[in-house]
């Protein structure tokens, strides 16, 4: 089992940036890649970015490239996301993700979810 606790969201301002932080516990000796997904109110759980167990590999969502980045430090098991330049349509429950491959995580296909940060932009 893999525990993944995120914390760094809160309100923002339009335009402000915000970094978010996922640590991971348990069978962190297995290789996972890691990703975040969000879920506005009313709305479907998105994927957002996926990072490799390498970091070699990552990958955004068309709506926050440019503006997102995703990184890890394996030494701390901790993944991250940078936000920049945030939007109102950016408000959403952030989740922390893990499955065996970047692909798995780019489809949905998780083994382990965190349990959600809440992120606010405000106009």
């Known amino acids: 089992q893999v525990q993944l606790v995120e914390s760094g969201g809160g309100l923002v301002q339009a335009g402000g940036s915000l970094r978010l932080s996922c640590a991971a516990s348990?069978?962190?000796?297995?290789?996972?890649?890691m990703g975040w997904f969000r879920q506005a109110p009313g709305k479907e759980r998105d994927f957002v970015a996926v990072i490799s167990w390498s970091g070699g590999t990552t990958y955004y969502t068309d709506s926050v490239k440019g503006r997102f980045t995703i990184s890890r430090d394996n030494a701390k098991n901790t993944v991250y996301l940078q936000m920049n330049s945030l939007k109102v349509e950016d408000t959403a429950v952030y989740y922390c993700a893990a499955a065996a491959r970047a692909g798995l995580v780019l489809n949905g296909r998780i083994d382990y979810w965190g349990q959600g940060t809440q992120v606010t932009v405000s106009s």
């Open positions: 348990g069978r962190t000796g297995s290789s996972y890649a």
